[in-house]
């Protein structure tokens, strides 16, 4: 399989506690993969981890072939994240916030048509600190996909998000999907991740214990998918 994602046996620890313990997932071109677990599971841990912004006590990740930690400016330079709340300039608009963004990263892309992707072309000269969380989540969104990255890690990107709004993001990533985009996607929403990700894996005990296909799950299970889910995340839990 020609691997965009390569986690590899990470291993985390904080304080002595074992967060992630010889992890692994593939992520391949053009793959939405959903990571469900409960409330300090690991995701975010695993997420910064991917994307460089943490690094493993064992194991290794690779983003299209580099090891994300050791190169991790040239990767974050390519990727796309989402990771918790994203921070902005609060005294600045939307669009000058993606300016500077672009400006870091040495390159040029199309602001307008991202807030306008995003909803919020309107926003003129508002500053971020009169944005409600749902449009500072849209920003980060629009921030994450600016530069049209291989690769995105998305921490509950519908998080804030009014049901218009985790529509126009679900559709925006769908069709990143199927140019190509590699996705890493968090979320607590089961019948997001359904509508959302080619694969889903559960984290628990450190390391992805299942991993399924939704639609095929769904096809098997019928209305009670979201048990079976649930019933796995509670039995791998402890
Ligand atoms: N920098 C850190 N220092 C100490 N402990 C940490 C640190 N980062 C994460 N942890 C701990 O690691 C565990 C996993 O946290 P993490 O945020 O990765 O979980 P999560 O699955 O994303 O949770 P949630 O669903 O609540 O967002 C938690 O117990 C958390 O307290």
């Given amino acids: 399989m020609d691997a965009v994602i390569e986690i590899r046996e990470v291993s985390k620890s904080f304080q002595g506690q074992s967060v992630l313990e010889r992890c692994s997932l593939n992520l391949k071109k053009g793959e939405i993969y959903g ?3 409960i409330n ?3 995701k975010t841990t695993l997420m910064k981890i ?12 690779r983003i299209e072939g580099r090891d994300s930690w ?8 390519r990727i796309g994240t989402l990771i918790e709340t994203p921070i902005f300039y609060d005294h600045l608009s939307a669009r000058e916030n993606l300016e500077i963004h672009m400006a870091y990263m040495g390159q040029e892309s199309d602001i307008n048509g991202a807030l306008e992707q995003v909803g919020l072309v309107r926003t003129g000269k508002k500053p971020v600190s009169r944005f409600s969380m749902g449009m500072k989540q849209r920003l980060g969104i629009a921030r994450a996909m600016l530069h049209s990255p291989d690769c995105l890690l998305l921490d509950e990107p519908v998080n804030g998000l009014d049901p218009v709004g985790i529509q126009e993001v679900r559709d925006i990533l769908l069709a990143l999907a199927k140019k190509g985009t590699a996705m890493l996607v968090s979320s607590h929403i089961l019948s997001e991740m359904e509508q959302l990700a080619h694969r889903v894996g559960i984290l628990a005990q450190g390391k992805i214990v299942e991993e399924f296909s939704p639609s095929l799950m769904r096809k098997q299970y019928g209305e009670n998918f979201e048990n079976y889910v649930i019933d796995i995340m509670k039995r791998k839990q402890i």
Avoid: C, H, N
């Avoid at 991917?50 to 990740?61: A, I, L």
């Avoid at 050791?70 to 330079?77: A, G, L, N, T, V």
């Fill in 70 to 77: 050791e190169y991790r400016e040239k990767i974050q330079s």
């Fill in 35 to 37: 990571l469900l677990g």
């Fill in 40 to 42: 300090g599971a690991g």
């Fill in 50 to 61: 991917t994307g460089g912004f943490q690094q493993p006590d064992e194991g290794e990740v």
